[in-house]
Each structure stands twice: as structure tokens, then as C-alpha cells.
């Protein structure tokens, strides 16, 4: 609970997993990598803002939206892991900037998540990344990103492992012994 006690430390609550609101699930693991699906920073259905940055909507704002999204994805990689002290590492952030055509600092943006990452985890926070623009995006929102995380293996029940030191004892004992033969 190390992460969530960071969270809170920083002002931020964990909210609920955002609904989905098309034909994907939250999140999908494979092997050690969860891939969260795209998130637009929405509280009750809707984005914080609505708009594109660098015309309705400010760098400032959009920045505020980024970290939502990462908020959101944080309680994603929760429900998929049980426990934010899972993450190994956030491995990539993908983020999306609903821009103005004039507008080239997507990257100041997509910092919103990206710094909040980074404020919990440290290095391991640090990621690979891209920022684009496009849009629109779904309910006209600002800012959409999805990402890549590594989760550290499982704990082994401390009885697994030494059922199988007693295993590989019993089989010692077991087997005939070369010093007998001679």
C-alpha cells in the first residue's frame, strides 16, 4: 500500500475504473505486461474538460487532464492487480492532444501524467512516451492516453517453497547411493 499512501500524500483518491464505453475491457495482461485500455480523464462519464488545447481548453487545463487519465489508469492497474505495489514499472505512455492546429506542445501536456508516474514510482515512473495530437476524441475531451505497465511476478506461498525443498530431500534419500556399490 506504499503507492496509495504516496497518492494520498499528494492530495489525490484513487477513483473508480471509468466504464467502457464501446466493445474493450480495462485492461489485458500478458505475462508480465498489463496494457491499459485508453482513458480521457472522465469523472461520471464525462472528461474534466471539453475541447481542443491551444483554443477552449489551455495548456494548463490540459495538463490537469492528463493527470486525471493517469488517476484513472492508476485505478485500473489496481482492479487488474489487487495492489499498486505490484508495478514493477510504467514501461509506456501513449497520449493523445486534442489540438488546435497551431498547437505544437502536446508534450507539456501529456507531462501531467507522465509527472505523476514518476512522483510515485521514481525511476521506475519513468517511461517511454509518445505525444500526439489529434482528435476529436470521445465527448469531445482534451486529452486520451493509454499505457504499458510491467507487474512484478507473484509471491510464491513461503509452503511452496519448502514443500519442494522437502521434495528434492526425499528424493536424495531415495535414490541409491554410489558409495554402496563399492
Known sequence: MRIEAKLKEMGHALPSVPAAVASYIPSVRVGDLLF???????????????GRVGAEVTVEQGREAACRCGLNHLAM?????????????????????HSAPDFT???AVINGESDLYIALWGEKGRHAR??????????NAPVETEVIVQVKPE????????????????????????RRGR
Open 36 to 50: 491499459l485500455a485508453g482513458t480521457t480523464g472522465e469523472r461520471d462519464g464525462r472528461p474534466p474538460f471539453q
Open 77 to 97: 492497474m489496481k482492479a487488474a492487480l489487487g495492489d499498486l505495489d505490484r508495478v514493477e514499472r510504467i514501461v509506456r505512455l501513449i497520449g493523445y492532444v
Open 105 to 107: 506542445n502536446q508534450p
Open 130 to 139: 509518445a505525444a500526439l495530437g489529434g482528435g476529436p476524441f470521445y465527448a
Open 155 to 178: 509471491p510464491r506461498p513461503a509452503r511452496a517453497r519448502a514443500s519442494r525443498g522437502a521434495k528434492a530431500r526425499a528424493a536424495r534419500k531415495a535414490a541409491p547411493s554410489r
